[in-house]
Each structure stands twice: as structure tokens, then as C-alpha cells.
């Protein structure tokens, strides 16, 4: 799995969600009107037949929590971190959505079929964000993505298999019609063509699920713009509904009335509605800053039961407390981020309030460290290391993953690790998952992130990142764990 790109994204299980990166957005945010009052039409009653022919999803529709997310892990592992008790109760019981944003075509059904199969065993709904369309972001912070269309329509169809025939949520390629400025007039044709394909072969795959193209947000593209560019990617007849806010913190009420315009310009299929990213605009945008901008807030709590006939659901699809790229690693998990935009927040209905004596005063959230008293999120490297490591790369032009397996050859155990290795090529690494990962010219250290700090004799871990090369990718030959030379396999 993979992390959501600044993703989730995406430090998932293996293969799965990246958390991306907040889309590109316009320089300066546009005014807009006030959101419309949400239609006040309940959906309980909403099921069977009647849902199926509307598009819509069931009121009670339980969405699917990942036991494996990053944010899970990080309370798990810092259970005396002053932050913890409001990170755990407000976004770490909430489900997510799982990104598959790193290309790995050879497992990415059995990638899906882990997170559809869980979620149908508990009873719930799954939401799955696909990244992988070529030429992502333009480039930016969350570049990647398949090497071209026809590997893509491939990486789809395997995706499309591990879904099965439970019923899932698929939000399809966060940017990829709203995000087309770097794109020719033939590369967004074949683009848009190839989006259409891949909501048919979702649906030919699995009936149940329902898709979700990407409809930017409500200070990017107008309505009608963006009801153009929807029709053209086929998503009226190969959709469910459109997304909007994904990685973004326009107000819901402005997003709503958003959708519904976009949902006017396409004439008002009744089978298209649209889900909306709240998981960070609870106190709606800061300007024209995009990329990890202080002072934000959880919005509303996932939930299908919205009210109103238009809007399926209100989703995280992007994990709140995932970076964008600026303040951490595009996609890596940050206690500070994910405590700001906690602590300021309604618990969600049904659990207790939190006492705030144990915290921080409110006006002053912590920065990049816990409080002095607390215990680093990951330790200091101990223990004399033997070690052996397996890198496999996936390439293509300009572009890589690589999964780096770290084994403890030793015989005693180690509480934290550091690997370092030179790259012999002009490899540039742009985000990574299940490590820190720096770099420094052709220096390049991964340090874990406490959750998978501990290796017993024997024991091994695995990471990965995405990466760019202009001339080589050849892989390095030599490793260094807590400064002891390693072997490779």
C-alpha cells in the first residue's frame, strides 16, 4: 500500500494509501458566494432499490477505519504524548481515505483485496483513493504515477479486481481533470479518454462500488468549466458523482452550493451526486497558502448521512495530519499538523469530551517537538547493528519506486534504526513512506518513524519512496545501519 501523497496516502500496510499533497490551486483564492442551506431531504429511509436508481449511498453507511493507518500507529506508539488523547479521539477514530499512489502493477490487486476484504468483514464501506494517473500534479510535490496511459489502463483494471463485490467508494485520481494546465491538447484527450475507461472497467469489476471523478474545488475552475471537463472524462456515464475539496479547506457550505452548480451545468443526471472532502476546512481556507497553512481545523465528521439528496457523503480523503509537503514530507504523518487541526474541534458524537488539563494551552500547540517531559515520537538508534538489505526499484522514464527491506542480521536486538546509502546515479527522492527520508546531493539517510523503530535478532522492515532521475537509476551497492556496513541481497 502506499500513503496519501502530500497522500496517504498515504506509513500504511504495504502497497496501499499515500496522502497526498493539496492539489494546485490558483494563486489567489476566489471569492465566493455563500453556500446554499443543505436540502433538508434525511436519506435513513434511503436503501434497496430506490438508493441503487438515485446513485446515492445509504444514510447509515458505515465507512471503513484502517487499523493500519499512519495515525493509528502513531498512538499506538506514543500512548504518553501529551497530544495523543485528542489526536487519537478526534482523527485517529475516523475512518480515512486509503491511497494506492505508488506503482506496483504486480500486487496492487492483492493491495485492494486486503483493504475491500477487511472492510467487508467489519461490516463497512471502504473508501479507496487511485493515484496513478501519468503526469500527476504536473510535476509538483506528488509527481509520479503510471509511465504512461497504456500502463495506467492496465494499473486500473488490476485495481478494478482486488474491489470485489462488496460495496466500496472509489475517489478516481484526485487532479487529474480539474489539474490540466501542463498537458497538450492530445495528452489531455487521451487523458480524458482514458478516465472514462477506467470507471467502466470499476464498474464491469465490482457493480457495487461507486466512483467518483475529480471536480477540483470551488475556487479553482467555474461550475460550468468543470461540468465540461467531467462530461468529457466520461464521468456521467462511466461515474457515480463527482469529489470536490479533496486535500483542500473550502467551507462546506461553499463546496456544497459548488456541487450542486456543477450539478445543474451537467443538467442533473439522477444518478450523479458528489462527496466532499471536509477532513481540514473547519475553519475554511488560510488565503492563498495551500500547503500546510497554520490555523486550520478538522471539519465535518465522515459521514453519509448529509441531509441532503445532492451530496452522498461527507469523507476524509485526505488524512488530516498527512503533510502536503512543506512542513514534512509530502504524505508522512505529523503529530503537530494533525494536533492543530484537532485541538480546537467537537469531539465526534457519541464519545466523551476530553479533559484539556493534560494539553498544551490551545494558543500554543506544540511545533516539531513534543513537550521536553515526553519521549521522542522515534528513538535514538541503540545497539551494535548487523545488517542486510534488499533494495527493488520499479522504473521508468524519469521516474522510480524503490522498496528497501532492512534485516537485523545480529544477535541482539535494536531499539531504532538509521540507514544511509550513496546513490552512484542523479537520483532525487520526492516522498517516501514507513521512514524520514533526507536527502543531501547524492547522500541519502531513512530513519524510522518509532512505530518501527524496534528490530528484534532476526527481525526485519520494510520502506519505500518515489523518486527522479534524468541519466541513471542505477541502485547503490553499499549500506550503513547505526553506522555498521550492511550486506545486500
Known amino acids: ?27 489567489v483564492v476566489l471569492a465566493l458566494a455563500a453556500g446554499a442551506t443543505a436540502a433538508a431531504v434525511v436519506l435513513t429511509g434511503q436503501t ?35 497530544r495523543t488523547p485528542v489526536i487519537s479521539k478526534r482523527i485517529a477514530s475516523q475512518p480515512q481515505g486509503i491511497w494506492f499512489a505508488n506503482y506496483r502493477p504486480d500486487t496492487i490487486t492483492s493491495d485492494v483485496r486486503a483493504i475491500t476484504s477487511a472492510a467487508a468483514s467489519a461490516g463497512q464501506v471502504p473508501v479507496l483513493v487511485a493515484y496513478m494517473i501519468p503526469n500527476r500534479d504536473c510535476g509538483g510535490a506528488s509527481a509520479g504515477g503510471a509511465p504512461d496511459l497504456a500502463a495506467y489502463d492496465a494499473w486500473v483494471t488490476k485495481f478494478a479486481a482486488g474491489l470485489g463485490s462488496g460495496r466500496s467508494v472509489v475517489v478516481l485520481e484526485p487532479d487529474s481533470i480539474a489539474l490540466t494546465t501542463c498537458l497538450s491538447s492530445s495528452d489531455l484527450a487521451g487523458r480524458y479518454a482514458s478516465l472514462s475507461r477506467a470507471g467502466a472497467a470499476i464498474h464491469a469489476a465490482a457493480p457495487n462500488a461507486k466512483v467518483y471523478y ?18 468529457s472524462a466520461g464521468a456521467v456515464t462511466n461515474g457515480d458523482g463527482f469529489f470536490s475539496n479533496v486535500s483542500n479547506f473550502n467551507t462546506t457550505g461553499n463546496e456544497v452550493a459548488f456541487a450542486k452548480n456543477v450539478l445543474s451545468a451537467l443538467g442533473n443526471p439522477p444518478t450523479m451526486h458528489a462527496v466532499i472532502d471536509t477532513s481540514r476546512n473547519g475553519n475554511g481556507p488560510a488565503g492563498s497558502q495551500w500547503c500546510d497553512p497554520s490555523g486550520r481545523k478538522i471539519g465535518n465528521y465522515p459521514t453519509a448521512a448529509t441531509n441532503d439528496t445532492a451530496i452522498d457523503a461527507f469523507l476524509w480523503v485526505k488524512p488530516p495530519g498527512e503533510a502536503d509537503g512543506c512542513a514534512a514530507a509530502a504524505g508522512q504523518f505529523a503529530p503537530d499538523i494533525a494536533y492543530q487541526l484537532a485541538v480546537n474541534a467537537a469531539d465526534p458524537v457519541g464519545q466523551p469530551s476530553t479533559p484539556p488539563s493534560s494539553q498544551p494551552p490551545t494558543s500554543q500547540p506544540p511545533t516539531s517537538q513534543p513537550p521536553a517531559s515526553q519521549p521522542p515520537t522515534s528513538q535514538p538508534p541503540t545497539g551494535t547493528a548487523s ?42 527522492i520526492t516522498s517516501a513512506w514507513n521512514a524520514t527520508v ?30 527522479t532521475f534524468v541519466a541513471s537509476n542505477a541502485a547503490p551497492t553499499a549500506y550503513t545501519l547505526n553506522g555498521a556496513t550492511c550486506t545486500t541481497a
Not at 496517504?8 to 494546485?24: D, F, I, L
Not at 430506490?50 to 453507511?61: D, I, K
Not at 477540483?216 to 471537463?229: D, F, I, K, L, T
Open 387 to 428: 545488517c542486510a538489505i534488499t533494495y527493488k526499484a520499479n522504473s521508468w522514464t524519469g521516474g522510480f519506486t524503490a522498496d528497501v527491506t532492512v534485516k537485523n542480521t545480529g544477535s541482539a536486538a535494536l531499539s531504532g534504526w538509521t540507514l544511509k546509502w550513496t546513490y552512484p546515479g542523479d537520483q532525487r
Open 1 to 27: 500500500m502506499s500513503t496519501s501523497p502530500g497522500i496517504r496516502r498515504a506509513a500504511p500496510a504495504p502497497g496501499a494509501h499515500t496522502a497526498r499533497t493539496a492539489p494546485r490551486r490558483r494563486a
Open 438 to 467: 533526507t536527502q543531501s546531493g547524492t547522500a541519502v539517510t531513512a530513519t524510522d518513524l518509532g512505530y518501527n523503530g524496534a528490530l528484534a535478532a532476526g527481525g526485519s522492515t520494510s520502506f519505500g519512496f518515489q523518486g
Open 214 to 231: 475529480d471536480a477540483g474545488h470551488s475556487a479553482w475552475n467555474s461550475a460550468s468549466e468543470q461540468a465540461n471537463r467531467l462530461r
Open 48 to 82: 434497496g432499490a430506490t438508493a441503487a436508481v438515485q446513485g446515492s449511498l445509504p444514510a447509515s453507511t458505515q465507512f471503513y477505519r484502517d487499523p493500519t493507518s499512519q495515525v493509528v500507529k502513531w498512538v499506538a506508539a506514543n500512548p504518553n504524548d501529551s
